[in-house]
């Protein structure tokens, strides 16, 4: 009964329990009451409509960094450097606002476009890790960190040097753009409903990519027998550097999101951290595309939701981050004792 | 020290890999153990060197006394010591930071002692080296005897050697056996594990020879090589009567080709093959036949010659265009290199067919996979993963991932570790392909397998290769001498 599909989803059930249970100890040796922290993150995230709203804005740059992650995922490669791909995605939109900042054109053309640039911009910037692994054989683990430094340094050169403020440059980012250049929202809320379905759209195609495709089936043979499917005749090389400008191109488009549909200018932290929460999506939902939805919601509330703490509690907002760290351990170790058991068995 | 194995069981999973194996080294000996690949004599040695461990009832006896070891620092303790073929160094360090590894005993290593110690054994046995060098710079043979000084400084009275002549030159073969020869003096045993008939015969007191997991006889010179064969490779079973389909045109044609690597140079090897014909290549695992596969499927490229498909230039081309000119290659690693563990059979006979567009026709894909099951014979079914399947099941599967037309077709064991069924039937769908006009170049320790579907054997010995050798008229033992390295002419060029 503890093989197949049940037996993993009670494995799965019982990692949440243990994580909850973790997070509770850490809480109760603070001295707070788990069972009201809990209680807060939930009116926090879900209590009410406004609150919903700034879930959903989490929930799009991270589900469309987690739709990129599935596509690296599936061709074997960890793309630690999607968090710089999203900083060059945002850098790259920025960039081409500023270009028709005076122009006549239409805002809806001139957002496209933007949107577009993002997109290219983190695809090229995910080809240079992918082109360090394959022609100078830099593990894309270590290339795409560095890079994530470089991305970083850029953003800050960017906001204090050429892209400076008026007077003073300051760490509150580049001079916000007009209304016009930014994604519609929702009247009273936060939320672009645009920038949603972008989100959504992003993973559907990765779903289908990876579910229906000839495309797909090739990456997922790269990812798991490189050998074999060199001498089955798919060019794999090939295959890995597309996968890295796909995944580019979605945390491009998450980049970009921050850009026109948040912030409406550069700030140092454009990224958020997104690109490593989607990482850990990613790993919690062992790479299933029809699992990512559910999960990068839930990871979203998990945000949102942490940031009463402070306010009520007098707890540190990065609890929410302690049970994602802490869930997507039980979850690994859960898995690996079930494969164990399963092999017993 | 005596040596003494008593009823050496090992199973792998359904494998019984060493059938109640018993042996008597008794000190000061060289012991030579023969067998062919796969005959038992690398997990023999590896249980007596603590690599793993053999199944209870198993008993290891050194001078009299039980022992247990679990490990190859156990081994080592009790005073085994074993030098493999790969040397288990460590390049990038110095070669007394290698000296010193394995050593226990403090946090901080005595540099001076073990210098001191190094030269005056380097000394005892006319080796030379600077300690402060680096491995990476050393030759094979070079690396063998810092691993010989390494095992002796810390202790071994016994000492295994697998395969040690591979990949060294003449000379440091010769300065080998002298070193080894004056071991047995000190009361040192020697454990030589080797294919090769002639160094075996050269250097030891007595000799063993495993074949299928069992001790299958024992011999003391003066050696009888033909015995010696026969127990190798044993007695012929027929496998029916040989086939032959009706010779074409050729399809690939190899001039002067050259192909080395870290151990082998392979040197002007001369070949033409005709549609229809079946070429087996012999030799003992790492004589050279691996990279002349791999060198005809465009996965190794030759350092100098041509080679030629039905009159296409393919020199140095990829493996990717030998593919689409109708080379395909199967491996012998299913798992590893031949099949994608995770997938499908439906996605594998999916991903063959070279899939054009974008949608994967599921329905298709589903009814080709029922189709190839069915005609292959795989138990599975077309959702099954591969590694699900059994290794027949798996060996079939390959087969069955087979493009349709092709001109050359190239084998790793083919039939590697399958019952004669299996082997029959895979022999049954190749020999089909030969009609249709594919030529057929395969790999295999097995002798018969060889003779009886063969039209023509090239065989490998140390990177030489021999002349095509009618299969029709040549016996188990003529080739078994062969890859023993006995018959070969003195300058043996490559004239196949």
């Known amino acids: 009964m503890l093989k197949g599909r049940a037996g993993s989803i009670a494995f799965q059930l019982l990692a949440f329990v243990l994580a909850l249970g973790f997070v509770s100890l850490i809480l109760l040796s603070a001295g707070a009451s788990p069972m009201e922290a809990y209680k807060n993150m939930l009116t926090g995230s879900i209590g009410s409509m406004r609150k919903f709203a700034e879930v959903l804005v989490t929930f799009v740059p991270l589900l469309l960094v987690t739709a990129g992650l599935l596509i690296t995922f599936s061709a074997g490669l960890w793309n630690i450097g999607v968090e710089g791909q999203i900083v060059i995605g945002a850098i790259s939109t920025v960039g081409v606002l500023r270009i028709f900042v005076d122009s006549t054109l239409p805002p809806a053309l001139i957002i496209m476009l933007a949107i577009f640039g993002g997109m290219i911009g983190g695809a090229l910037w995910a080809s240079l890790a992918g082109m360090l692994k394959t022609f100078g054989g830099v593990n894309e683990i270590f290339g795409g960190l560095g890079l994530n430094f470089v991305s970083t340094a850029l953003t800050l050169y960017l906001i204090f040097g050429p892209w400076k403020r008026e007077g003073v440059a300051s760490m509150s980012g580049t001079e916000p753009f007009p209304d016009h250049f930014a994604l519609p929202q929702v009247p009273e809320l936060r939320i672009s409903l645009w920038a949603l379905g972008i989100a959504l759209t992003g993973i559907v195609i990765v779903y289908f990519i990876l579910q229906g495709t000839y495309f797909g089936l090739k990456l997922k043979a790269v990812g798991k027998n490189f050998r074999a499917a060199y001498l089955l005749g798919i060019p794999t090389w090939q295959y890995s550097m597309y996968s890295f400008l796909i995944c580019g191109a979605l945390a491009g488009a998450a980049g970009a999101m921050q850009v026109t549909a948040v912030y409406h200018r550069l700030i140092p932290s454009i990224s958020s951290g997104y690109g490593y929460l989607g990482l850990m999506v990613a790993m919690l939902i062992n790479y299933q595309a029809v699992w990512a939805i559910p999960v990068a919601l839930f990871f979203a509330a998990l945000n949102i939701g942490s940031i009463q703490l402070p306010i009520v509690m007098k707890l540190d907002s990065s609890l929410a981050g302690v049970l994602q760290g802490v869930l997507v351990l039980f979850v690994l170790l859960m898995e690996g004792a079930r494969q164990k058991f399963v092999k017993k068995a | 020290m005596n040596v003494e194995l008593k009823n050496i069981h090992k199973h792998f999973g359904k494998t019984h890999a060493n059938k109640g194996i018993n042996l008597a080294i008794p000190s000061g000996t060289i012991q030579g153990v023969l067998g062919e690949n796969g005959a038992g004599k690398s997990t023999l040695m590896k249980i007596l060197s603590g690599f793993i461990q053999a199944d209870s009832g198993s008993q290891i006896i050194l001078d009299g006394k039980p022992v247990i070891i679990h490990s190859p620092a156990d081994a080592i303790h009790v005073g085994v010591g074993m030098l493999h073929q790969d040397p288990l160094d460590f390049p990038p360090m110095r070669v007394l930071d290698n000296f010193l590894l394995g050593r226990s005993g403090g946090l901080f290593p005595n540099r001076k002692e073990a210098a001191q110690n190094f030269n005056l054994l380097a000394r005892e046995f006319d080796f030379s080296f600077d300690p402060e060098t680096y491995v990476d710079t050393l030759t094979v043979g070079e690396r063998q005897q810092l691993e010989i000084m390494r095992l002796l400084w810390l202790g071994a009275r016994v000492l295994i050697l697998d395969e040690p002549t591979t990949g060294i030159s003449a000379s440091q073969k010769a300065k080998l056996f002298a070193t080894l020869k004056k071991l047995p003096e000190q009361g040192m045993t020697i454990i030589f594990v080797s294919h090769k008939l002639e160094d075996v015969e050269n250097l030891c007191d007595q000799v063993a020879v495993l074949r299928a997991g069992e001790l299958v006889g024992e011999m003391k010179p003066p050696f009888n090589t033909s015995k010696l064969v026969e127990m190798m490779f044993g007695k012929a079973i027929t496998l029916g009567a040989r086939q032959t389909a009706e010779v074409g045109g050729t399809v690939l044609s190899l001039n002067n080709i050259s192909l080395e690597d870290a151990r082998l140079k392979i040197k002007d090897v001369n070949l033409d093959l005709r549609a229809g014909e079946v070429i087996g290549l012999a030799g003992l695992e ?198 023993g390295g006995k018959g070969w002419p003195e300058k043996g060029g490559g004239h196949a």
């Open chain 2, 286 to 483: 790492g004589s050279g036949q691996g990279m002349f596969i791999r060198a005809c499927s465009g996965l190794v490229r030759p350092v100098g010659g041509k080679v030629q498909l039905k009159g296409q230039d393919l020199t140095g081309k990829s493996y990717h265009t030998f593919k689409a000119a109708g080379v395909n290659f199967l491996p012998a690693a299913r798992l590893e290199e031949g099949l994608v563990p995770g997938l499908s059979l439906t996605d594998h006979f999916v991903l063959a067919e070279q899939p054009k567009g974008i949608f994967i026709d599921r329905v298709a894909g589903e009814k080709l996979a029922e189709d190839r099951i069915q005609s292959f014979n795989i138990r599975g079914t077309p959702l099954s993963t591969v590694e699900s399947l059994s290794g027949g099941n798996q060996q079939r599967a390959e087969l069955a991932l087979l493009q349709t037309p092709l001109s050359l077709i190239l084998l790793e064991h083919p039939t590697r570790g399958l019952d004669i069924e299996s082997v029959i039937y895979i022999w049954a769908k190749l020999k089909e392909r030969c009609r249709q006009g594919a030529a057929i170049i395969f790999i295999s320790s097995d002798l018969e397998e060889i003779l009886q579907y063969s039209d023509r054997v090239l065989v490998f010995f140390s990177g030489k290769v021999s002349p095509p050798i009618d299969a029709a008229v040549t016996s188990v033992e003529q080739l078994g001498q062969l890859i």
